[in-house]
């Protein structure tokens, strides 16, 4: 059930947290590419006035150009109450991870995340790293010290790679995930990983609505089907907010209007959405970040040995 925040953008449960979230959430990758760190700043000021109380981010964005512009934002008067902030953990290892955790609190200007996440577990070997190497051993003593209200993680590549995670001897407490119009159809998230994460009231967090954001995999221009319409379908599945880049506040007072006058999507109008999209969704031409390493974040590539050119 929807509720709404003080700027008249609806809220949702964050799966058991008792947390309520804003539907729409700040990309923290795209405050990073704005040159102008005035017009960065301010986007972000407004972004809360409108009502987005959600901030995404991660230690590698811009290395690390997003997370101190973020901190910046926050560190006016009483702005970082306001907001749930999450970033972060790309290290697989005990002291790795705990050397980006004080670096990401040292960036955002705050003392404590309220949520903290592992990036990219998209390698088929990740799951098994975050927990012998010692990296969920790090998020753990980081809870208890109150650096970190709530631990989850996140992926691109493989539901298989999620369910493998989830699967782990951990009680995550969000998990970050593909959410579009193309999914339902080829290695699907919203088919195979959503219903675990529902069942064990995990809070699902929606990314790449409109296939990804580069020329190779935007659906909207080249599948013939609105940003509007895509995003009003990714906000109609059931997940607590979804995750919205934003360069400019013409994106900002789109996205916010899209959110105020959201309904959602019935049975009958996703499946003839579905339905329009089939024979181009199923080979997964437009969710590359699934199919090749283009999308795959630099820091991770060199992280498993991988060349940084590798398409």
């Known amino acids: 059930m929807n509720n709404s925040s003080s700027g008249g953008i609806p809220t949702r449960a964050l799966g058991n947290t008792g947390e309520k979230v804003s539907i729409l959430s700040l990309g923290g990758a795209h405050i990073g590419l704005i040159r102008d760190d005035s017009e960065s700043i301010r986007l972000m000021h407004a972004a809360i006035d409108e009502g987005i109380t959600f901030f995404d981010n991660s230690w590698d964005y811009h290395e690390g150009r997003s997370e101190e512009l973020m901190g910046r934002a926050l560190a006016v008067d009483g702005v970082r109450k306001k907001v749930f902030l999450m970033t972060k953990c790309c290290e697989r290892d005990y002291a790795g991870s705990m050397q980006n955790l004080e670096q990401s609190l040292r960036r955002l200007r705050t003392d404590y995340l309220d949520l903290w996440q592992f990036h990219e577990i998209i390698y088929d070997n990740d799951p098994d790293w975050i927990f012998e190497k010692g990296a969920i051993k790090a998020a753990m003593e980081a809870k208890e010290a ?8 996140t992926g691109h590549k493989d539901p298989r790679i999620h369910l493998k995670m989830l699967d782990k001897p951990y009680q995550w407490d969000a998990v970050q995930m593909p959410i579009n119009v193309m999914d339902a159809h080829f290695q699907s998230f ?6 675990v994460c529902l069942q064990r009231g995990i809070g699902v967090i929606g990314m790449k609505s409109l296939g990804g954001g580069r020329p190779a995999g935007v ?14 379908y990714a906000l109609s599945q059931p997940i607590s907010t ?10 900002l007072e789109q996205n916010v209007s899209i ?17 329009e999209v089939r024979d181009v969704a199923a080979d997964g031409r437009f969710e590359r970040f699934k199919t090749s390493k283009q999308f795959d974040g630099p820091y991770h590539r060199k992280q498993h040995g991988f060349p940084l050119d590798v398409t």
């Open 146 to 153: 109150g650096k970190v209200r709530f631990i989850g993680f």
């Open 219 to 232: 659906i909207p221009s080249e599948a013939g089907v609105s940003a509007k319409r895509c995003i009003r």
């Open 259 to 275: 959110a105020r006058d959201f309904s959602p999507m019935d049975v009958a109008e996703q499946q003839e959405l579905l339905q």
């Open 242 to 251: 979804l995750v919205v880049g934003m360069k400019s506040m013409a994106d």
């Open 190 to 195: 919203q088919k195979q990983v959503v219903p």
